[in-house]
């Protein structure tokens, strides 16, 4: 037998050092159990634990829904509260129709992935969701990244392609709250853009659904009822439920019924939790004040942090960058230490040298949670 080494890689070896690499730079991850005063959550208006969405999913145990669709929409999976709550969401949303998907994450991979053609370029902003990329990696557009919230970017990516000779579409992608820097999009400016360039805009709402906007409709609602609009709503942040809800033209979800694979292929949400999201969006719309309190917590807490040198971004996230990995996660640890969930944020998910805690304002806290949490704040970063 041969002395030599076997010139195959041992199993699971790259991985491994993959993530020996991510522990050096205090990148990896790992999951870690639910505990202490939220900062963390995307259960915005604090409809997740609520008695009201309890009452509201008992009620639909009580009709019989069932809690598994059984199959894909296009088998037996489609189900009337399937259709019942996209034409609820359609009216809510001002547009012509919805498709209701079982995450953001699935909804943003099969718009990218299905409605821009080849021939197309998707323009998206630089720090667009990651299923966003995954979905275009998907496709068979170009893409273009744009310098973040920079309409002349938009435009200028746009006019560099037409000028290349290229006659398809362009599809704008941006978000309109970023999840990570809690600044807003200027949603005006960029469909103005899209006017000027017979563009799509599409619109990823999912931190300002439920918290923003007429009934909590979102901060595009005032361009809604426009032909080249597509906005996505998740259920899973301010609406305490799962499941996404992409709003778009007729002729698109149409598009995407027939030749979206990720939808086609894939076992229907449930509709015992289509019936919830349906209650969910009447609660939002019916009782303005739970959007309004929580507005009122972010003032509190914008003022906290000013005290402490922190900008604030006017939104529920309040990004607090440190840049270095190891003191981010030191000062996140502390805090958690002292009992408030806040969490530290690395790259790929931020740019390289942003790493920043996450502060997410709920109304799961009150105003003496956040005087408490940004004392700790303050002692934690002292001591890091």
């Not at 719309?285 to 807490?301: C, F, G, I, K, Y």
Request: hydrophobic share 45%; proline share 5%.
């Amino acid at each position: 037998m041969s002395s030599h080494p076997t010139p195959f890689p041992v199993p699971f070896d790259a991985h491994r050092a993959d993530l020996d690499a991510l522990g050096a730079d205090s990148r990896r991850r790992a999951l870690a159990p639910r505990t202490g005063i939220d900062f963390a959550s995307n259960d915005y208006l604090g409809l997740a634990n609520s008695d009201t969405l309890r009452d509201a999913l008992a009620a639909g145990i009580a009709h019989g829904l069932p809690a598994g669709s059984g199959g894909s929409r296009l088998l037996r999976g489609n189900h009337a509260e399937h259709e019942a709550l996209e034409a609820h969401a359609a009216r809510h949303y001002g547009h012509e129709a919805a498709l209701f998907f079982p995450t953001g994450f699935a909804a943003n991979a099969a718009l990218f992935a299905t409605l821009p053609q080849r021939g197309d370029l998707i323009v998206h902003d630089e720090l667009i969701h990651a299923s966003a990329h995954d979905g275009m990696k998907l496709g068979r557009a170009e893409r273009a990244s744009a310098a973040h919230n920079d309409p002349q970017a938009f435009d200028d990516a746009i006019l560099r392609w037409r000028a290349a000779g290229n006659t398809g579409t362009p599809w704008i992608a941006v978000e309109s709250l970023y999840s990570m820097d809690g600044d807003r999009a200027p949603l005006a400016d960029l469909a103005a853009v899209a006017d000027r360039h017979d563009a799509v805009l599409v619109v990823d709402e999912a931190h300002a659904t439920g918290v923003y906007g007429a009934a909590g409709a979102g901060l595009a609602h005032t361009l809604a009822r426009r032909d080249n609009l597509i906005t996505l709503h998740t259920c899973g942040k301010a609406l305490g439920c799962e499941g996404a809800l992409l709003c778009a033209p007729a002729i698109a979800t149409d598009f995407i019924i027939n030749r979206g694979r990720p939808f086609i292929f894939s076992t229907a949400p449930s509709p015992l939790m289509a019936w919830l999201v349906r209650q969910s969006l009447e609660i939002v719309a019916t009782e303005p004040e739970r959007a309004a309190r929580l507005h009122s917590l972010v003032r509190h807490a914008e003022a906290r942090l000013a005290a402490l040198g922190i900008a604030a971004s006017g939104t529920q996230i309040l990004p607090v960058v440190i840049g270095d990995n190891a003191r981010t996660m030191r000062i996140a640890a502390a805090l958690q230490h002292a009992g408030f969930d806040v969490r530290g944020i690395r790259p790929p998910t931020v740019p390289q040298g942003t790493a920043r805690l996450r502060i997410a304002i709920t109304l799961n806290i009150g105003e003496a949670e956040i005087d408490a949490m940004t004392e700790a704040l303050a002692a934690a970063m002292a001591a890091a």
